[in-house]
């Protein structure tokens, strides 16, 4: 039924024009929803990589890109594995989210978060530097602010960088085998490898278990043929390791930091042998065989130690133990735990715009993507297939038992050099990691990363006392804790908050991080409306204010009230505030007002908070008609000029809440205008946060171009989002895009469809949930709605908008009428119970 005329040597980076047209007027059906399955016909060494990988020059190597484009992703949250389905020699790359070098050192108790305590050389302290730069700004002196701005930094040389633990080889020494199959099914999060080899189908399924905590290995034969194989498990880490019985056992230090890790790797057999032959094991003459791994690390995420406190043997202890609970359980109990545990999150919600299961692989379906040869529905299903692997990404790199939050690649990692070193970037990546996570139900996945800022805190506090704390504060020996908390744009697990050093750290100066990471935080409550989470995190923002009251200025000229020095992340320059702090600010005092008065607390506080939003005043529009991302922007803009991937002057429309097209259209006008200004084609996530924004400004077309972009120079055969490298971020922030351009509740009101494309005039949303903690499933036809069903979780006012709304009534569940209001604006408004659910439909 296919043409399969297309060239596979097309690659996605080459200039094919994106086209609506598909080459036949199918028709969409909306039914049951298709089976979600990466599936490839190759191991990842034969499959056709994008350009967009090691032509960036980012000499990762190849091995790298290897692994960036071609595995495929399992994750148990804190374990991950990269399988690359060879034939003759399995290859799975093994991962621990903890395992990083840098941080506390083996000889130096601590660190000190990189920051550059006491006087430098010129005699100065940090802070020195601060309010001098400061002054310079006020005195207009551009040249000396830029040169007292390259003085303020920090230590970088301890920031680590997130390891690789090793690889598992099987090599089974098959070749011209038959009937290839290599997927990854993320409906139930199985991947498998399956062929003929001479009389015999062999078989491999893998599965990373959140509940037992391993990566599981299940090999068959089935004919006339037996499994033999050998088992190696190379480290990246310069381990010991060790084959004994049926076991290899891998354990050491990291180099740098003596972080201390342990793994082991069984072998369970019904039939055949296992034998150690020097580090290595041999599996000989069994129809099945089953390997378990484990590995874990004594890192603790508390400050400043960083450490459990474990020794060698109790580590060693609890990862035998680990793996032994998980062999005597048996892979066919751990494969039921981890579906039940796994869909448990991951079928709490579906999205069906009519896609069906392509014949083609996915790695053809990618490569014709950007072309016309290829079936609508074929095409919806790498649209649904790509949102759902965002959630799939999102379960398996960051649960709620999780040691730390998804970094840059969430868990996977092919090597010890990955760009960035894999970090937690603060500057906008850790955020869009979580951008899905409400409205697609995974709240609990947050979990991580509450902990992880909670924890940036103490780090934190000495970071913004090393380089703002004036002379009267020191001179008055205030703790640690009168001078709230910041974090700088690139962070690690040990407290790393100050700024960078060098060439780019200008680039690493970014105070607003930590308030735009509360807006995720803040979220969490909004979505649902839980109390006791409130008042976890009220005291981290409160903290967060703090630092803002202390070093906020009037700005003599605009009378604003503004960060000096401010940053816009990645391209500046040095100012008295920018649209980017100033928002995020914004979004801070008005969040932490609203919690204040929320628990009934702090009403000083909240005075002192709505007198500095007052002052803010953080939009201000160009002469060009766009958002101003510099106050001082008093040119015309010239296409194409700064062309930047970082729309830091938008997020007050997205993510944050300040730009209300009800209040102020005009402002979503100018988004526009600097929208389209930054230009279409960008890295991955800068793609990703466009989709979101163009969602927010209620445009689904446009939005949709940037889908349409982002899967022609964003995406690598795995899905994997690429920056380039592949960078998880941009997958979140596709699946947070879509989930944006179908429904919205930030501002108030719950609105259905807000930016439905041309392309999804059909469609239904079960499980999608807004703020206000409502739980909603509903159908559109012709781009209108037809039904929604939504539970009310927390018994709150629901009020809807979309096209149409004055024709709807509302019903409970049972079908009886339930009184409501029509409002101007589309809007319909019901009083609801908590538990209870209600239908919309046709009057
Ligand atoms: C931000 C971005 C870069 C990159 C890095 C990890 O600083 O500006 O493009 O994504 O994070
Ligand atoms: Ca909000």
Redesign the pocket.
Known sequence: MIVSIISLTVFASTAISIVDVVFSSETIAVGDSAPMVLTYKKPASKTIMTQVGESSGRGLGADFNLFQQASLPIGSGDLGGSIFGEIANERIIINEKTLWSGGVSQDENIDNGGNLLGKDANGKLQSDYYYDIRQALLDGDKKLTKSLFKQMRGDTSSKGAYQCFGNVYLNFGHKNVKNYNRNLNIDNAIASVSYNYQDTSFGREFLASNPDNVIAIKLTAVGGQKLNFTVNYPSLQGATVLAKDNYIESKGKVADNGLQFYSVLKVDTVDGQVQPYIDSLQVADCNEATIFLSVATDYNDNYPVYRTGETADELATRVVKTVDNAISKGYEAVKTDHIADYKALYDRMSVNFGAKQPKITTEQLLYRYPTVFLWKSERLYAEQLLFNYGRYLLISSSRENSKLPAN?QGVWNGGNNAL?GSDY?V???LQMNYWPAYNTNLAECVTPLVEYVDKLREPGRVTAKTYTATKEELAANLPNEAYGFIAN?ECNPFGHTSPGEGKYAKALWSPAAVAWLLQNLYEGYEYGCDIDYLTQIYPIMKEAALYFERTMIVDPASGRLVTAPAYS??HGPISLGNTYEQSLVWQLLTDTSTAAKTLGVDPDKVNLWQDMLSKLNPIEIGKSGQIKEWYNENYVIDLGKPFH??TSHLLGLFPCDLMDKNVHPEWIDSVETSLNWRGTKS?G?AMGQRINTWARIGDGNKAYKMIKQLFTSGIYPNFFDA?PPF?IDGNFGYTSGVAEMLMQSNLGYIELLPALPSSWSKGEINGIVARGNFLLSFNWDNASLQNATITSNSGNTCVLRFDGASNFKVLDKDGNAISYLKLSGNQISFETEANKTYQICYI
């Open positions: 840059l960035w970037h500057n906008i990546n744009t992340p990645e991937r970082h890295t996530w920056h960078q």
